[in-house]
């Protein structure tokens, strides 16, 4: 057989590479197996090359995105955080107040019943104007001590009547440590003649206040459990005149399909695909107006320096002098951006107390420095993720802030 002299090395008698004799090979042109390497060959680097370079741009635009979404949430929580530490306190009397009305119905995973926020004392019908009574006084019967039991739920009041599930009036928590008759003496018989009007009165000047037997008994009562989370957070300036009020809704998401639902009245099995949480908040200013919530009807004790009516802060309400109750849902913003949902948020307080009130108090508990643990989960809404079209990890905040007055910003 015929060698041939490009693949065959005549001097040493060796078989040359084709890759020898494509580099040696004094022909013009290249054959069609040649062309056919060499394009395989390129398509294959384009290809790698292209592959990577849309890896690269979808892993930047993930990147981008993810750090967007981790700062917008960062953003928001600081703002959460700083609000609170700002110079808030907690809010005992209102949270008195709930426990009072004792409400565990839920809706939309905050309390379903209003506490009326202090400015409502009604025995029949809370939505009129008719604001009823002023505080009651607490106070101990023949034989009995008042302290045992509190005074809104049984007879040891002014009244005196059961008032559990009514809403209280401002200052009633304060109360609820002083016993205005602590030697169990009702007085009948000092006060003659009409002596059943004066009742508990030991130097009958028609007050019950400001006689010998009124005594500070430094103990008692508690106004949440601490080792349960609190619904919604009450919190209260250091001076006592601005209240911010946070809750947690959750409500069907306005970005949903036609047929999507968000089941969240069924607490036991929701469904929570198309739900949207959000975390809630608004302000109250502290008034002077009397019982009556009229700053315009002469009284005497319009003006006095006592805070007795709370009305929504105008910076969430274009209209002067709203007077908080149910209308409250109306006037409370959200917290956080409609890209966030807020999910699992927890609100945990210490002591369950006021230490400034309970100083007679043999728990431990009730010495500690007040304090709030907070912790949620924040997840892109769907008005986001339609923008993203890929899942994003949940991002989780936990921490704890003290309440105390001695730090805050005075």
């Known amino acids: 057989m015929k060698k041939n002299k490009w693949l065959y090395n005549t001097e040493n008698n060796k078989i040359l590479s084709p890759i020898f004799y494509i580099l040696n090979s004094k022909k013009k042109a290249f054959t069609l197996v040649e062309i056919l390497i060499s394009i395989t060959i ?66 939309s995973w905050h309390y379903l019943k209003d506490t009326w926020y202090w400015n409502f004392w009604s025995w029949w019908i809370v939505w ?82 400001g006689d010998d037997d009124d005594e500070n008994i430094g103990i008692w009562p508690e106004t949440f459990d601490s080792s349960w989370a609190v619904q919604e957070l009450y919190l209260i300036s250091w001076d006592k005149k601005t209240r911010t009020l946070f809750r947690w809704n959750v409500s069907l998401d306005s970005n949903k399909p036609t047929s999507a639902t968000c089941d969240f009245t069924t607490q036991s099995n929701p469904t929570w695909d198309w739900c949207f949480w959000q975390l809630e908040f608004i302000k109250l200013n502290a008034k002077d107006w009397w019982v009556n919530h009229n700053y315009s009807s002469p009284s005497n004790w319009l003006y006095d320096w006592i805070t007795d009516t709370w009305v929504v802060s105008p910076s969430f309400s274009w209209i002067w002098g709203i007077i908080a109750w149910s209308n409250t849902t109306n006037y409370r913003v959200p917290l956080f951006s409609d890209t966030v949902s807020v999910k699992n948020v927890k609100f945990f307080l210490y002591p369950n107390r006021d230490l400034n009130l309970a100083w007679k108090d043999p728990m431990v508990t009730s010495i500690y420095s007040p304090y709030l643990r907070i912790s949620y989960t924040l997840v892109p ?30």
Request: charged share 25%; aromatic share 24%; proline share 2%.
């Open 42 to 107: 390129f398509s294959f680097i384009i290809t790698s090359w292209f592959y990577v370079f849309s890896n690269v741009s979808i892993w930047k635009v993930k990147l981008v995105e993810k750090t967007n979404i981790e700062k917008e949430a960062y953003y928001f929580s600081e703002k959460l955080f700083e609000e609170i530490k700002k110079w808030w306190v907690i809010d005992y009397e209102e949270y008195f107040n709930r426990r009072v009305v004792w409400n565990t119905t839920y809706q």
């Open 128 to 209: 009129t104007t008719n604001y009823w009574d002023y505080i009651y006084l607490c106070r101990s019967r023949n034989w009995t001590s008042m302290w045992t039991w509190w005074c809104f739920n049984n007879t040891f009041n002014s009244y005196p009547w059961n008032v559990k599930t009514k809403p209280q009036r401002y200052w009633e928590y304060s109360i609820q440590f002083i016993d205005y008759n602590s030697n169990k003496n009702n007085d009948t018989s000092k006060c003659l003649p009409a002596a059943w009007m004066k009742l508990w009165d030991e130097n009958c000047d028609w007050s019950i206040v």
């Open 381 to 410: 809404s769907r008005k986001k993720r339609k923008t993203i079209k890929w899942e994003v990890p949940e991002l989780n905040f936990s921490t704890t802030i003290t309440l105390s007055d001695l730090f805050s910003q005075k």
